[in-house]
């Protein structure tokens, strides 16, 4: 998994690797959104940190960027600037394989910036890191986040469980979405995106 897009533009957004500057808006946001996040984003009990720990943080996801172990990007309105939220692109699921994981702000949710964001880190995967399939991992009480792969044309191809329990202690289940490099071609959207190399 090799990846040197440090921008991507799309018609409302720009993903961009997070920078050390950026550490007091994202900690201002994430701060905002724990609530919301817990849910569903494991990592968000390790929350809140500091200034100085999440800019720490941020050092580290360039490091994993350009080793090429992880790929985080900031995503933010093309329009106004605004902080929309993020998103990963993670090889933790085979050779040729890339999951993408993303979070949106609240106050930015409903616009269909998620759906945007997955399409153009699916299309970064298939055109400019060879890869063949690409996943998201949706938790099954996430409904708004089910109809992403819907809307791209992802193929749900199981669903498994996990040990952890909900609030009911019920086991956590999780629905599988797929797409191989043959089948993006079949999807139509967004179209205009761009990508800036490092």
């Known amino acids: 998994m090799k ?22 808006l994202l900690k201002s946001r994430l701060d905002d959104n724990l609530e919301i996040m817990m849910p569903w984003i494991p990592w968000a009990k390790n929350e809140p940190e500091t200034v100085e720990e999440k800019r720490d943080r941020i050092r580290s996801w360039i490091g994993d960027f350009y080793s090429n172990r992880e790929y985080s990007y900031g995503v933010f309105e093309k329009a106004t600037g605004d902080f929309v939220g993020s998103s990963n692109l993670f090889g933790r699921r085979g050779k040729g394989t890339t999951e993408i994981g993303y979070w949106i702000d609240h106050l930015k949710a409903g616009k269909g910036y998620a759906t945007e964001v997955s399409y153009a880190l699916t299309k970064l995967s298939f055109e400019q890191m060879n890869i063949e399939k690409v996943l998201l991992y949706i938790d099954t009480r996430n409904k708004a986040s089910q109809r992403i792969p819907e809307k791209l044309n ?45």
């Open 154 to 198: 992802f193929t749900h191809e199981y669903t498994y469980r996990e040990l952890p329990k909900d609030e009911l202690g019920e086991r956590l289940k999780f629905q599988v979405w797929v797409m191989f490099v043959e089948e993006f071609k079949k999807v139509d959207k967004f179209e205009a995106v761009e990508f800036k190399l490092n």
């Open 3 to 24: 990846n040197n897009v440090t921008q991507i533009e799309t018609p409302h957004l720009i993903l961009r690797i997070f920078q050390p500057r950026d550490a007091e």
